[in-house]
């Protein structure tokens, strides 16, 4: 029996118009409604050109270029120019040479806060509630950029601008991270000239899910030999600005640069890590009360600024996985762990803030250096998604899944490289968010949100080394931008009329001294179920925890701080002003209202993550996959999750050494694969990077020959962690050659991407037992097929093998 495909033929439409030619005697003027302002004879002898309506919009004179850093999960109290740490030697030489900024805000998550720097408007109208992962079917929360929200790059690009964005993207929907996904979100459809990076939250640094314009790529070379994203990115952008240079050098332009980070997946060389060793081994307490008196003396902080608790939420409201546990309760093997945590975390930040001076270095070689306004700031304090335990294998926390100390310690001589998957415990999020309250998610407090800003421009920013502490969010930037750049955002766009920009520019804070008013009025917050705003110097905020569950967001107790005197918000003054507090709980909800807020979310990362959301593709029980394409992304890839699933492919063995990977789908830090070795069928689950592997292996040898192989699991339990427990069966044609107990991830494999692979398995591999890529050699595969339908599995073996002998 032989596969046949139906074609269905459109039929086009062939439309023929004829045109009328001018006589001989009769010239034609353009159109009274065009803006040709030439002459159209039959002879162009006769005719006079005018080629002003088709040239490109040109920027206006001596209109500067922007680079725009934008790191990760980094809070105020981490770099060196905040008096944190961690040694940044290009933001030190930035901020010598421009602004430091105190009370520079932003949504306390990565995609929310990145929407607003691409549009100028609140994140919910952008769509964008949460991360693209988590989105809703709701205005405020469906992960798509409204067409009355015009990208910024656009507006720059339609005036004269070139734009390139390198680096993390983390805003495109992610049912369309895929090879034959729309583009419609992807960068270069969004304003932007050129795009190199990776398009989720986060990637491996060692082995990243590149996208170089609109096709998936591989890294150019490996770990081995010497790769860190860091630094090819930095390679990236100084290749774009050197071409732009070469062939447009009086064009201005925008470059947009997302490392990867200071997200985990917290990936250092190691040289840098070790240039902290014994740096933290104090502890994370002792490092607030040590960084808060550093930041008051550089004049980060005000004076009489108090430090707040660690766990500052009731019992009863918090989330176990976001506590911090006092450093002096620790054993000495977590403080050993826990300190080299904190070691390669700085050696990520200061090997990358390294490789953007290479950028830096090459503006000021090539002239211009002082035309160009760096901002260089961060999307969201630090984050905690490391549990109170920190991580080898970040996986584990967006499966709710606990992390083992014994089994962490045995990656302490290579944490950071690629052998691990790594994040600091909460402990650290909360010292490097000092001296605030909590840290990334959590919209309501300052540790959260209040987040490093330096700008640099030499030629339009007077003052040098100083500091700014107007109140400002992420929403103000694009505002800043067009008024430099003497632009504005048109009220209609491509025919839309468009959503006015929410925030203020800050360019009057260039000249302006250090505590002049803000121009600010108010900014709500509202990230995974908490919320807060800010009026006027006044914040209420509602104590909750994010991805809780809880809900009962009508029974949230709310809490008062007068942060214009209190920049730490230590002081409830709820109970003392009872009518400014009903102000301001009225002031958010007519901001909800008018930014499409409602309805808040505070499921659990499983639960959220889980969302099985709509896509051009309508669900199925039966997916074919076939060789030699390109890694099918897990958001569109067949989901495993929680069920029963088979995995069989149609595969020929030529050589009777014939070996590699059939079928693999994600990386050594959670996945499964499909392989053959020395003659045996091999299945390999990866739960979540613990050892051992769970490992299958035949009972019998393969032989050249057509052969149907594969394996299913059928789910009969769940565990603790809501992982599935039941059993799996690996089968050579209707035999079955292995069988055991096996456990599945309650969540995805990972969020860096490692998608699926045919005959291949790329980046990192998931097993211990090949190297990446482990190409399958000696034989053919013909398709390999994966169900996750309830039918025996003879009956997709049987339709699988009637379709292998049929060729």
């Given at each position: 029996m032989k596969f046949f495909f139906n074609i269905f033929l459109a039929a086009i439409a062939v439309v023929f118009v004829s045109s009328c030619q001018p006589t001989e005697e009769k010239t034609t003027e353009a159109a009274a409604d065009s803006e040709f302002k030439g002459k159209i004879a039959l002879d162009i002898r006769d005719s006079e050109a005018d080629w002003t309506p088709y040239l490109p919009k040109q920027a206006p004179k001596d209109a500067p270029n922007i680079l725009f850093i934008l790191y990760?999960?980094?809070?105020?109290?981490?770099?060196?120019?905040?008096?944190?740490?961690?040694?940044?030697?290009?933001?030190?030489?930035?901020?010598?040479?421009?602004?430091?900024?105190?009370?520079?805000?932003?949504?306390?998550?990565?995609?929310?806060?990145?929407?607003?720097?691409?549009?100028?408007?609140?994140?919910?109208?952008?769509?964008?509630?949460?991360?693209?992962?988590?989105?809703?079917?709701?205005?405020?929360?469906?992960?798509?950029?409204?067409?009355?929200?015009?990208?910024?790059?656009?507006?720059?690009?339609?005036?004269?601008?070139?734009?390139?964005?390198?680096?993390?993207?983390?805003?495109?929907?992610?049912?369309?991270?895929?090879?034959?996904?729309?583009?419609?979100?992807?960068?270069?459809?969004?304003?932007?000239?050129?795009?190199?990076?990776?398009?989720?939250?986060?990637?491996?640094?060692?082995?990243?899910?590149?996208?170089?314009?609109?096709?998936?790529?591989?890294?150019?070379?490996?770990?081995?030999?010497?790769?860190?994203?860091?630094?090819?990115?930095?390679?990236?952008?100084?290749?774009?600005?050197?071409?732009?240079?070469?062939?447009?050098?009086?064009?201005?332009?925008?470059?947009?640069?997302?490392?990867?980070?200071?997200?985990?997946?917290?990936?250092?060389?190691k040289e840098y890590a070790d240039k902290y060793r014994g740096k933290f081994d104090d502890g994370y307490d002792a490092y607030r009360e040590w960084v808060v008196k550093r930041m008051i003396e550089k004049g980060v902080l005000p004076e009489d600024t108090e430090i707040t608790e660690f766990n500052p939420l009731p019992d009863e409201m918090a989330n176990p996985a976001d506590y911090v546990r006092p450093w002096n309760e620790l054993n000495a093997d977590e403080k050993k762990l826990f300190a080299r945590m904190a070691e390669v975390y700085a050696g990520f930040s200061e090997y990358t803030d390294v490789q953007i001076g290479r950028i830096v270095d090459y503006l000021e070689e090539s002239g211009q250096l002082e035309n160009t306004i760096i901002i260089y700031a961060a999307d969201n304090g630090a984050s905690g998604e490391g549990s109170p335990n920190g991580s080898v294998n970040e996986n584990k926390f967006f499966n709710g899944y606990p992390d083992d100390l014994a089994e962490n310690l045995k990656y302490l001589d290579v944490l950071g490289g690629p052998e691990t998957y790594n994040h600091f415990p909460t402990g650290w999020a909360a010292a490097f968010s000092a001296p605030f309250k909590m840290f990334k998610r959590y919209s309501q407090f300052a540790g959260g949100t209040n987040d490093p800003l330096i700008i640099s421009w030499p030629k339009g920013i007077k003052a040098r080394g100083e500091i700014r502490n107007q109140y400002h969010h992420s929403v103000d930037i694009v505002p800043t931008l067009l008024e430099i750049c003497g632009i504005e955002m048109p009220e209609v766009y491509n025919g839309v009329k468009q959503t006015p920009l929410s925030g203020v520019s800050m360019a009057y804070t260039f000249d302006a001294e250090p505590n002049a008013p803000t121009q600010k009025d108010v900014q709500y917050y509202a990230m995974l179920g908490t919320r807060g705003i800010w009026k006027d110097g006044w914040k209420a905020v509602a104590i909750h925890a994010p991805l809780t569950g809880k809900g009962n967001f009508d029974k949230d107790k709310w809490e008062l701080y007068h942060v214009e005197e209190d920049r730490s918000e230590s002081k409830n003054l709820a109970d003392e002003n009872p009518e400014k507090l009903e102000e301001l709980k009225a002031a958010w909800f007519a901001e909800a209202e008018k930014n499409k807020v409602l309805p808040l979310d505070d499921r659990s990362a499983a639960e959220v993550l889980g969302i099985e959301r709509p896509a051009q593709e309508p669900p199925r029980d039966r997916y074919i996959y076939y060789p030699n394409t390109a890694p099918v992304p897990e958001g569109v890839a067949v989901n495993v999750r929680g069920r029963n699933f088979k995995i069989l492919a149609n595969v020929e063995i030529e050589d009777p050494n014939a070996s590699g990977v059939i079928f693999a789908h994600g990386s050594r830090f959670g996945g499964h694969s499909l392989f053959i070795k020395d003659k045996k069928l091999y299945y390999v689950y990866n739960f979540l990077g613990i050892k051992p592997e769970q490992v299958f292996v035949s009972n019998v040898t393969l032989k050249p020959g057509k052969y149907t192989v594969g394996m299913e699991f059928i789910r009969e339990d769940a565990g603790e962690y809501g992982e599935s427990l039941g059993k799996m069966n690996l089968y050579i044609d209707e035999e079955v050659v292995a069988s055991g107990p096996m456990k599945t991830q309650p969540a995805k494999f990972t969020l860096s991407g490692d998608g699926l692979c045919i005959g291949y398995d790329s980046g990192d591999a998931v097993s211990d037992l090949y190297e990446s890529p482990g190409e399958f050699e000696g034989g053919k595969i013909q398709f390999v097929g994966v169900t996750v339908e309830g039918t025996p599995y003879v009956d997709l073996e049987a339709e699988a093998r009637r379709v292998l002998m049929s060729h």
């Open positions: 990760d999960d980094t809070g105020l109290a981490a770099w060196s120019p905040y008096g944190g740490r961690i040694n940044m030697p290009t933001l030190d030489k930035l901020a010598a040479n421009g602004l430091t900024y105190t009370q520079w805000h932003t949504t306390a998550l990565c995609s929310p806060t990145r929407s607003t720097i691409l549009t100028g408007r609140n994140h919910h109208l952008n769509g964008m509630a949460a991360i693209t992962e988590a989105a809703d079917g709701f205005p405020g929360s469906n992960g798509r950029i409204p067409d009355d929200c015009a990208p910024f790059a656009e507006i720059l690009r339609e005036n004269g601008w070139s734009t390139f964005w390198i680096g993390k993207n983390h805003n495109v929907p992610e049912q369309d991270v895929a090879p034959g996904g729309s583009r419609a979100e992807w960068p270069t459809s969004i304003g932007f000239d050129r795009f190199y990076g990776f398009l989720g939250g986060e990637t491996n640094n060692w082995y990243p899910d590149l996208v170089e314009d609109n096709n998936f790529i591989e890294a150019p070379y490996t770990p081995e030999e010497g790769y860190h994203l860091s630094k090819d990115l930095a390679d990236k952008a100084l290749e774009m600005l050197r071409d732009q240079n070469a062939t447009n050098p009086s064009k201005p332009w925008y470059m947009w640069f997302n490392p990867g980070a200071n997200h985990a997946p917290h990936h250092s060389p």
